[in-house]
């Protein structure tokens, strides 16, 4: 998918639909946030503005509603004379999501649509957590608990014989770290000067960027980009996606060409860039299924190609269109979706064994679309998307995948927080799981392969997540004390009996399991 995917779907929308756009009123009534995700500190007073394209006045009714869109609370509002922003300020109820929806008696029909965060003031950071997003929302990251900012470390080299220059590496590493994030940094594409395909013969669309670079400029690149990051960038991915047609071009174009091109760019920049700055932990371009073959077969050829030691860890992403993690789809489908998450991981880590390869897996890119996607995906619920966030990193992590990059924070269509309307449900989801995360170094499933049921396993205590695909009556185990219980948002519910109903949402189950063998 890469960074850079989800810009230009934008940009296709936008120029399709673009008379659409264009005859578009602005909504009559907006409810407007703080500018930083309408993410709140819990036990503070939440501060928003009513904004209406007309004056308005009387009174407003402000609806608090649970992530289901059960109601909690209903505040009325008197608005006096004629205005087209009302400020509004109220003490929520003790929840970590809220919908909000503000109506004015007056004009029926008219209504503003809000979401709001509440977390702790200090809220825990994980060091396996990370986000694909631009560097100026890394406090955001950091706000809901994760450490990574997965962005481009740009080449700024506007001709062949220009100067290389540092700004925007330095803006991205400044930001991110301002923030409160490190940067899991993405090498750039090439620039429009630097292609190898001749332009006069090969007319295909986006060439200029994703054609493989001449050589001599490339390492140019890489080494000056090397000595810019160097002590302040920990990692560094070779290409995005070099097994996706859409963002890496060879000429001629076949599976073998794009095989022997890349191991050759893999290899020169690892040599390169150790050399630099020995302590950069440097990935593979990240792989992924396509529409033209499995990510897995891409993955072994460039290991038989001579790339088992050119990159320290491994990095894949994964996209299963609308299914949970836990489903395969059978028989595969034509972007090659034939297996469950957990196959899937198992599937590359054989390889590399195979191989006689340890380098760790990171999964840099992972997310469900919660809106229509040209290209194939189709959209998941909102409360589905929250769900398969935290399945899909107990189900990493529990196979020994060492870092987790959401795909992506804003944004549609895989995007966690709307920056117009505030977080989806799926990120409150993420918040808490993140917390739960923090002080809980290891992931691992229990032996019962009826349901799903990881112990994330602390120096104190214990967090069982347990879910179903479908409804299924569950027997905690004898030798767990549970303490508390939490749905997937952190809300409290009845602490557990020792029989349970688990559903497709996850639970989490406090408490310490002993150290006999669980049955």
């Known amino acids: 998918m890469g960074v850079h995917k989800i810009r230009v779907l934008l940009l296709c929308l936008l120029i399709i639909s673009f008379k659409g756009f264009a005859a578009e009123a602005p909504p009559p009534l907006r409810l407007v946030g703080d500018g930083q995700g309408n993410i709140f500190n819990e036990g503070e007073a939440v501060k928003l503005t009513l904004k209406s394209a007309t004056p308005m006045s009387g009174v407003c009714q402000l609806e608090l509603m649970d992530a289901s869109g059960a109601s909690l609370q209903k505040l009325k509002f008197d608005i006096p004379g004629q205005v087209q922003e009302f400020p509004?300020?109220?003490?929520?109820?003790?929840?970590?999501?809220?919908?909000?929806?503000?109506?004015l008696e007056n004009r029926t029909g008219e209504k503003a649509e809000s979401t709001i965060m509440l977390l702790p003031p200090?809220?825990?950071?994980?060091?396996?957590?990370?986000?694909?997003?631009?560097?100026?929302?890394?406090?955001?990251?950091?706000?809901?608990?994760?450490?990574?900012?997965?962005?481009?470390?740009?080449?700024?080299?506007?001709?062949?014989?220009?100067?290389?220059?540092?700004?925007g590496i330095d803006r991205v590493i400044e930001e991110t770290t301002k923030g409160g994030c490190q940067v899991m940094g993405i090498s750039n594409y090439s620039?429009?000067?630097?292609?190898?395909?001749?332009?006069?013969?090969?007319?295909?669309?986006?060439?200029?960027?994703?054609?493989?670079?001449?050589?001599?400029?490339?390492?140019a690149y890489v080494k000056y980009a090397a000595v810019a990051i160097k002590g302040r960038v920990p990692a560094f991915e070779v290409w995005n996606e070099a097994n996706f047609d859409m963002f890496w071009r060879s000429t001629p174009d076949t599976f073998?060409?794009?095989?022997?091109?890349?191991?050759?760019?893999?290899?020169?920049?690892?040599?390169?860039?150790?050399k630099e700055y020995p302590e950069l932990l440097i990935t593979n371009g990240s792989i992924v299924n396509t529409r033209v073959g499995s990510g897995h077969v891409f993955l072994k050829a460039i290991l038989e190609s001579g790339c088992g030691k050119s990159f320290d860890i491994?990095?894949?992403?994964?996209?299963?269109?609308?299914?949970?993690?836990?489903?395969?789809?059978?028989?595969?489908?034509?972007f090659g979706f034939d297996g469950t998450l957990e196959t899937f991981l198992l599937g590359f880590r054989g390889i590399l064994e195979k191989n006689s390869c340890s380098q760790p897996i990171w999964l840099t890119e992972i997310g469900w679309s919660t809106t229509p996607v040209s290209w194939g995906q189709i959209q998941v619920t909102p409360a589905e998307q929250a769900m398969y966030v935290v399945r899909s990193h107990m189900i990493s992590f529990s196979n020994d995948v060492r870092a987790v990059t959401w795909f992506a924070l804003t944004g549609e269509p895989f995007g966690l927080l709307d920056l117009q309307t505030g977080p989806k449900p799926a990120l409150a989801a993420y918040a808490h799981m993140?917390?739960?995360?923090?002080?809980?170094?290891?992931?691992?499933?229990?032996?019962?392969?009826?349901?799903?049921?990881?112990?994330?396993?602390?120096?104190?205590?214990?967090?069982?997540?347990?879910?179903?695909?479908?409804?299924?009556?569950?027997?905690?185990?004898?030798?767990?004390?549970?303490?508390?219980?939490?749905?997937?948002?952190?809300?409290?519910?009845?602490?557990?009996?020792?029989?349970?109903?688990?559903?497709?949402?996850?639970?989490?189950?406090?408490?310490?399991?002993?150290?006999?063998?669980?049955?």
């Open 88 to 103: 509004i300020s109220f003490q929520p109820p003790a929840r970590h999501f809220i919908a909000l929806r503000a109506t």
């Open 122 to 167: 200090n809220q825990p950071v994980d060091g396996r957590l990370g986000m694909n997003c631009p560097s100026g929302m890394s406090a955001i990251v950091h706000r809901i608990g994760a450490k990574w900012v997965r962005n481009h470390i740009p080449w700024e080299q506007g001709a062949e014989n220009a100067p290389l220059g540092k700004a």
């Open 191 to 219: 620039v429009p000067w630097a292609g190898v395909y001749d332009k006069e013969k090969d007319d295909r669309n986006m060439r200029d960027f994703f054609s493989p670079p001449r050589p001599a400029a490339w390492d």
């Open 256 to 274: 073998e060409q794009r095989v022997a091109d890349y191991s050759s760019l893999l290899q020169r920049t690892y040599s390169i860039m150790k």
């Open 314 to 334: 491994t990095n894949i992403h994964y996209y299963h269109n609308r299914l949970a993690p836990e489903k395969a789809n059978q028989p595969a489908n034509e």
């Open 434 to 519: 993140a917390s739960v995360l923090s002080g809980h170094t290891k992931v691992t499933r229990l032996p019962d392969r009826t349901v799903y049921v990881y112990r994330c396993q602390g120096t104190a205590d214990d967090v069982l997540v347990v879910w179903a695909l479908e409804d299924t009556k569950w027997k905690l185990p004898d030798n767990f004390a549970a303490t508390q219980s939490s749905d997937m948002y952190g809300e409290d519910i009845a602490k557990p009996g020792k029989e349970l109903l688990l559903t497709p949402s996850p639970r989490y189950i406090y408490g310490k399991l002993n150290a006999q063998e669980t049955k």
